[in-house]
Protein backbone atom coordinates (compact mmCIF):
# COMPACT_ATOMS: atom_id res chain seq x y z
CA UNK A 1 0.00 0.00 0.00
CA UNK A 2 1.25 3.43 -0.97
CA UNK A 3 1.97 6.31 1.90
CA UNK A 4 -0.94 8.30 -0.25
CA UNK A 5 -4.76 9.06 0.39
CA UNK A 6 -6.52 6.23 -0.98
CA UNK A 7 -8.29 6.46 -4.59
CA UNK A 8 -12.21 7.13 -4.46
CA UNK A 9 -14.67 6.56 -6.81
CA UNK A 10 -14.53 9.86 -7.95
CA UNK A 11 -11.12 9.87 -8.65
CA UNK A 12 -11.18 6.33 -10.46
CA UNK A 13 -13.69 7.31 -12.78
CA UNK A 14 -11.70 10.29 -13.89
CA UNK A 15 -8.48 8.51 -14.19
CA UNK A 16 -10.01 4.96 -16.59
CA UNK A 17 -9.17 6.21 -19.68
CA UNK A 18 -5.37 6.57 -18.47
CA UNK A 19 -5.34 3.52 -16.46
CA UNK A 20 -6.26 1.65 -19.57
CA UNK A 21 -3.57 4.02 -21.93
CA UNK A 22 -1.04 2.78 -19.07
CA UNK A 23 -0.22 6.61 -18.67
CA UNK A 24 -0.43 6.96 -15.25
CA UNK A 25 2.29 6.97 -12.32
CA UNK A 26 3.52 4.23 -11.01
CA UNK A 27 2.03 5.86 -7.78
CA UNK A 28 -1.27 6.49 -9.07
CA UNK A 29 -1.41 2.95 -10.46
CA UNK A 30 -0.96 1.34 -7.25
CA UNK A 31 -3.54 3.66 -5.71
CA UNK A 32 -6.42 2.71 -8.80
CA UNK A 33 -5.24 -0.89 -8.35
CA UNK A 34 -5.42 -1.11 -4.38
CA UNK A 35 -8.60 0.54 -5.13
CA UNK A 36 -10.15 -1.78 -7.59
CA UNK A 37 -9.53 -4.95 -4.98
CA UNK A 38 -11.69 -3.76 -2.11
CA UNK A 39 -14.37 -1.88 -4.87
CA UNK A 40 -16.79 -4.07 -6.73
CA UNK A 41 -18.44 -1.33 -8.40
CA UNK A 42 -15.27 0.39 -9.88
CA UNK A 43 -14.21 -3.22 -10.75
CA UNK A 44 -16.91 -3.91 -12.92
CA UNK A 45 -17.13 -0.66 -13.86
CA UNK A 46 -13.77 -0.63 -15.39
CA UNK A 47 -15.33 -3.75 -17.44
CA UNK A 48 -17.70 -2.50 -18.82
CA UNK A 49 -15.43 0.22 -20.03
CA UNK A 50 -13.29 -1.92 -21.71
CA UNK A 51 -15.98 -3.63 -23.53
CA UNK A 52 -17.39 -0.24 -24.50
CA UNK A 53 -13.92 0.31 -25.98
CA UNK A 54 -13.74 -3.05 -27.45
CA UNK A 55 -17.20 -2.90 -29.10
CA UNK A 56 -16.89 0.70 -30.32
CA UNK A 57 -12.92 0.02 -31.47
CA UNK A 58 -14.83 -2.65 -34.23
CA UNK A 59 -17.25 -0.24 -35.83
CA UNK A 60 -15.66 1.65 -38.85
CA UNK A 61 -15.76 5.47 -39.02
CA UNK A 62 -17.74 4.47 -42.77
CA UNK A 63 -20.79 2.88 -40.42
CA UNK A 64 -21.50 5.87 -38.90
CA UNK A 65 -23.89 8.54 -40.48
CA UNK A 66 -21.99 12.10 -40.68
CA UNK A 67 -24.80 13.91 -38.48
CA UNK A 68 -24.42 11.65 -36.17
CA UNK A 69 -20.58 11.45 -35.68
CA UNK A 70 -20.38 15.10 -35.68
CA UNK A 71 -23.17 15.30 -32.70
CA UNK A 72 -20.96 12.68 -31.03
CA UNK A 73 -17.71 14.47 -31.28
CA UNK A 74 -19.14 17.85 -30.22
CA UNK A 75 -20.53 16.19 -27.15
CA UNK A 76 -17.15 14.74 -26.08
CA UNK A 77 -14.85 17.64 -27.28
CA UNK A 78 -15.03 19.46 -24.25
CA UNK A 79 -15.95 16.87 -21.78
CA UNK A 80 -12.71 16.90 -19.92
Known sequence: MTN????DCY?????VSDYLDDSLDLSTRARFDEHL??????????QQFR???ATLGKVSEDAIEPAFRNKLLAAFRDWR
Open 11 to 15: ELVEL
Open 4 to 7: EKPL
Open 51 to 53: VTV
Open 37 to 46: LDCDGCANYL
